[in-house]
């Protein structure tokens, strides 16, 4: 199975702050079909994971534009330009171009 | 408003079987594949597998083949998945989640059910 490593496991940031989480792949989520399934997710406490970025770096509907996802091939990147306290939670990355689907361990971001 | 409405928490003892639900509305229910979502402390997420909501036809993560069966009720926009022979490692909050094609995945995940397998 594909393996996605995430860093850092824990992100201390102020409000306002931007930050960055990276997520990388033991292998190409290149596809043949030409698409990159690589997601992003966030899951509030006591709540189920809502995505965030979908192909890389599609906004998913009604996320705000802070966020955004780049990457390619092994590497890739969530941000988040402005930190708001809703957006406390853990963030994971999930992979869809090689079966079966995986996620990684997440990344905690906390507040300061 | 698309919703996937999931049933309770269940208490089951180990050896037994479990059959939970995920009810879709606000959307038209043949048009998405479900798939399923076990969640772990110590595991994380973990996917088990997709069903087909019009042919029925399934796919399922190795690790999960003869866990869990994923079957469909198209009159009833409602999927299900059932677990067998529990053990305690079975315990975990399972999510029922929208995959659409050409990659827009996993938009709207069900509220999650929580399964504890205890003596």
């Known amino acids: 199975d594909v393996v996605l490593t995430q860093t850092p496991s824990i992100l201390s940031a102020t409000i306002g702050q931007s930050v960055s989480i990276s997520c990388r792949s033991s292998q190409s989520l290149l596809d043949s079909d030409g698409n990159t399934y690589l997601y992003w997710f966030l899951q509030r406490p006591g709540q189920s994971p809502q995505r965030l970025i979908y192909?890389?770096?599609n906004l998913g509907s009604g996320v705000p534009n802070r966020f955004s996802g780049s990457g390619s091939g092994t590497d890739f990147t969530l941000k988040i330009s402005g930190v708001e306290a809703e957006d406390l939670g853990v963030y994971y990355c999930m992979q869809a171009t090689h079966a079966p689907n995986t996620f990684g361990a997440g990344t905690k971001l906390e507040l300061k | 408003q698309v919703q996937l409405q999931q049933s309770g928490a269940e208490l089951a003892k180990p050896g037994s079987s479990v059959k939970i639900s995920c009810k879709a509305s606000g959307y038209t229910f043949t048009s998405y594949y479900i798939s399923w979502i076990k969640q772990t402390t110590g595991q994380g997420l973990e996917y088990i597998g997709y069903?087909?909501?019009?042919?029925?036809?399934?796919n399922y993560n190795e690790k999960f083949k003869g866990k869990a069966t994923l079957t469909v009720d198209k009159s009833s926009s409602t999927a299900f998945m059932q677990l067998s022979s529990l053990t305690p490692d079975d315990s975990a909050v399972y999510y029922c989640?929208?995959?659409?094609?050409?990659?827009?995945?996993?938009?709207?995940w069900g509220q999650g059910v929580m399964v504890t397998v205890s003596s």
């Open positions: 069903i087909n909501t019009g042919s029925g036809g399934t």
């Open positions: 989640a929208r995959e659409g094609y050409g990659g827009d995945y996993f938009d709207y």
């Open positions: 192909l890389v770096s």
